[in-house]
């Protein structure tokens, strides 16, 4: 049985989820990707469990990719960054496939340790490919989560209205008792 996933935003593609193992909370710098366990966590809010074990190689080549993917989206376009991700790529390829339900796609990897962060970069592809304005960072300055803006026009800037939305709202009320 799975451990419950701790963190405060799950349900993110699979890429941005990624990047979401690491967060703040109470001001303490958290990261589900300590061991093997959390990566089995990880794998399962995923839908990737069963497909990938959760074994040391795993969680070192998916570390790998969530740096690769951090450094990305911190610095859109930087070519070290864009090679890093690349080179994440490298590790896995899609095969085309015809099953009697129709044409398909089979990912398929040399090194099975690679599936999951090779899944998460590939999936980043896909956002770029989407919307690549609509991948953001929170904007509230003590949060480090990233999520895909589904919002009909677009504007959202929280991980969470509840939780980082809800505490830029009291800053400024704070802020305007204080002047006042």
Avoid: Q
Wanted: include cysteine.
């Amino acid at each position: 049985m799975t451990a419950v996933d701790p963190r405060p935003l799950t349900g993110e593609p699979v890429s941005l989820d990624l990047l979401n193992t690491r967060w703040i909370e109470e001001g303490v710098r958290r990261d589900l990707l300590t061991g093997v366990d959390g990566l089995a966590v990880w794998l399962a809010a995923n839908g990737l469990e069963g497909r990938f074990a959760a074994d040391a190689a795993t969680l070192r080549h998916t570390l790998a990719a969530r740096d690769a993917l951090a450094a990305l989206v911190d610095r859109p376009g930087d070519p070290a960054a864009t090679a890093r991700v690349d080179a994440v790529l490298g590790h896995g390829r899609i095969r085309a496939t015809l099953t009697a339900a129709g044409p398909g796609e089979e990912p398929e990897f040399a090194d099975p340790a690679w599936g999951p962060g090779w899944t998460a970069a590939r999936d980043y592809l896909d956002l770029l490919r989407t919307a690549p304005d609509r991948i953001r960072a929170c904007a509230h300055e003590a949060c480090i989560l990233h999520f895909f803006d589904t919002s009909r026009n677009g504007t959202r800037r929280w991980c969470s209205m509840a939780a980082c939305g809800n505490r830029a709202k009291a800053a400024r009320h704070h802020a305007r008792s204080k002047e006042a």
